[in-house]
């Protein structure tokens, strides 16, 4: 007889972990699984080159998981503002904390740490299993889902979540047709120690060779997300270290100051996902494997733990009497999350598309439109609070 559980959730990284952990209060029984084994912080000294952008409504979920009040508070850096630059020197939209009215606009958290935290969290869990490093096989019944680990042990689930990223094996079993495109670019990353302060900014410039954002790391550090054209990104990914800092130090108009490399660069292609369903009956799909952006807006992770939170919510308030694998419950998840995703999904694809334009009107539209942006305040706020969600 296979092992039974409320939910099974495949995928423990930063979304499947966190949802395992929002379920904690709801009554609901969980299983775990993750193909890779537990992760491990970042060894004394080094420094995760894969860094997110954690919203201030993310942040009070993990908060509510339990994990964010644990992570070290040296590793995990408040975005008091964040300054966006035009291909035209004079185009430049700021958003800043205190115009705002809030005490930061963001963090910035390396992806190790916070998924550290998070399965410590899990760890002193009474109502998860954790199966890790597990592979499985997947076949939903009318009346559950059933999983094979690959050792053999048989799981059985009344509601299957896949948390399994952009590839998500979960959505290929269950048949969930998706869409969309490659960009035909990569997100080049790496680390940098930088000469001046950068005082809590995030700065993101729009260039004609891709998108290149500097984050603000504990002390003066910085972590760089260049969206580029995959050929520029294979020259940036064969540099030495000195002439990579060089070349990003030129490319953000030395507003740090000199930088030299702590990190080496590492890169991971950009595309664009739409799935044609989020759910189905008895399963669920969470994260980037319900949807894939442009990381121009530094807010895919964070679309993922809206999926978590929504999700979270709506089968804690099921009612004792509802399948928690019930299509028609699962559908209130679907239509919650849908105007987000699409919107989200809109709006980076639309800045990319017109930002990688060589049209002198486009070019000219698109700076003037930073600009009129921030003379708006009431514009500035709205996006600014939607951002922080």
């Given at each position: 007889m296979p092992d039974r559980f409320d939910i099974a959730i495949v995928g423990a990284g930063l979304v499947g972990a966190s949802l395992a952990a929002a379920l904690e209060d709801s009554g609901l029984s969980?299983?775990?699984?993750?193909?890779?084994?537990?992760?491990r912080p970042p060894a004394?000294?080094?420094w995760d080159s894969r860094v997110y952008t954690v919203s201030p409504g993310a942040a009070a979920l993990l908060e509510a998981c339990g994990a964010w009040q644990t992570l070290p508070r040296e590793r995990v850096t408040a975005v008091e503002a964040m300054r966006i630059y035009g291909d035209d020197p004079a185009a430049r939209l700021e958003f800043s904390a205190y115009d705002a009215g809030v005490s930061e606009l963001a963090f910035i958290v390396e992806n190790r740490v916070l998924a550290h935290a998070l399965w410590q969290r899990l760890s002193r869990s009474t109502h998860v299993a954790l199966f890790a490093p597990a592979a499985c096989a997947l076949a939903i019944r009318q009346d559950a889902a059933l999983l094979t680990l690959a050792d053999g042990t048989?799981?059985?689930a009344k509601l299957v979540v896949g948390a399994d990223g952009a590839d998500s094996w979960v959505r290929t079993q269950a048949a969930i047709a998706v869409v969309g495109h490659d960009y035909a670019q990569m997100g080049v990353v790496a680390n940098f120690a930088c000469a001046r302060p950068h005082r809590g900014v995030a700065f993101q410039w729009f260039r004609r060779d891709g998108v290149l954002a500097l984050l603000p790391l504990p002390g003066e550090r910085v972590s760089m997300v260049w969206s580029t054209g995959e050929a520029h990104a294979s020259k940036l990914l064969a540099l030495g270290a000195g002439e990579l800092a060089g070349r990003v130090s030129e490319a953000s108009r030395a507003s740090l100051g000199e930088l030299s490399t702590i990190t080496a660069p590492a890169a991971f292609p950009l595309r664009l996902q739409r799935v044609a369903q989020l759910v189905k009956p008895r399963l669920a799909l969470a994260?980037?494997?319900?949807?894939?952006?442009h990381p121009l807006a530094g807010q895919g992770v964070n679309l993922g733990f809206r999926d978590v939170r929504e999700l979270a919510r709506v089968l804690a308030t099921r009612g004792a009497q509802t399948d928690c694998g019930d299509y028609r419950l699962l559908r209130r998840y679907e239509r919650a999350r849908k105007e987000d995703i699409a919107a989200m999904r809109f709006t980076t694809d639309m800045l990319q598309k017109l930002f990688a334009?060589?049209?002198?009107?486009?070019?000219?539209a698109r700076n003037l439109g930073l600009t009129l942006v921030d003379?708006?305040?009431?514009?500035?706020?709205?996006?600014?609070?939607h951002a922080m969600a």
């Amino acid at each position: 007889m296979p092992d039974r559980f409320d939910i099974a959730i495949v995928g423990a990284g930063l979304v499947g972990a966190s949802l395992a952990a929002a379920l904690e209060d709801s009554g609901l029984s969980v299983a775990l699984i993750e193909p890779q084994s537990p992760p491990r912080p970042p060894a004394d000294g080094s420094w995760d080159s894969r860094v997110y952008t954690v919203s201030p409504g993310a942040a009070a979920l993990l908060e509510a998981c339990g994990a964010w009040q644990t992570l070290p508070r040296e590793r995990v850096t408040a975005v008091e503002a964040m300054r966006i630059y035009g291909d035209d020197p004079a185009a430049r939209l700021e958003f800043s904390a205190y115009d705002a009215g809030v005490s930061e606009l963001a963090f910035i958290v390396e992806n190790r740490v916070l998924a550290h935290a998070l399965w410590q969290r899990l760890s002193r869990s009474t109502h998860v299993a954790l199966f890790a490093p597990a592979a499985c096989a997947l076949a939903i019944r009318q009346d559950a889902a059933l999983l094979t680990l690959a050792d053999g042990t048989a799981l059985a689930a009344k509601l299957v979540v896949g948390a399994d990223g952009a590839d998500s094996w979960v959505r290929t079993q269950a048949a969930i047709a998706v869409v969309g495109h490659d960009y035909a670019q990569m997100g080049v990353v790496a680390n940098f120690a930088c000469a001046r302060p950068h005082r809590g900014v995030a700065f993101q410039w729009f260039r004609r060779d891709g998108v290149l954002a500097l984050l603000p790391l504990p002390g003066e550090r910085v972590s760089m997300v260049w969206s580029t054209g995959e050929a520029h990104a294979s020259k940036l990914l064969a540099l030495g270290a000195g002439e990579l800092a060089g070349r990003v130090s030129e490319a953000s108009r030395a507003s740090l100051g000199e930088l030299s490399t702590i990190t080496a660069p590492a890169a991971f292609p950009l595309r664009l996902q739409r799935v044609a369903q989020l759910v189905k009956p008895r399963l669920a799909l969470a994260g980037d494997a319900a949807h894939n952006v442009h990381p121009l807006a530094g807010q895919g992770v964070n679309l993922g733990f809206r999926d978590v939170r929504e999700l979270a919510r709506v089968l804690a308030t099921r009612g004792a009497q509802t399948d928690c694998g019930d299509y028609r419950l699962l559908r209130r998840y679907e239509r919650a999350r849908k105007e987000d995703i699409a919107a989200m999904r809109f709006t980076t694809d639309m800045l990319q598309k017109l930002f990688a334009s060589n049209v002198v009107c486009v070019a000219m539209a698109r700076n003037l439109g930073l600009t009129l942006v921030d003379r708006r305040p009431q514009i500035k706020q709205w996006l600014a609070e939607h951002a922080m969600a």
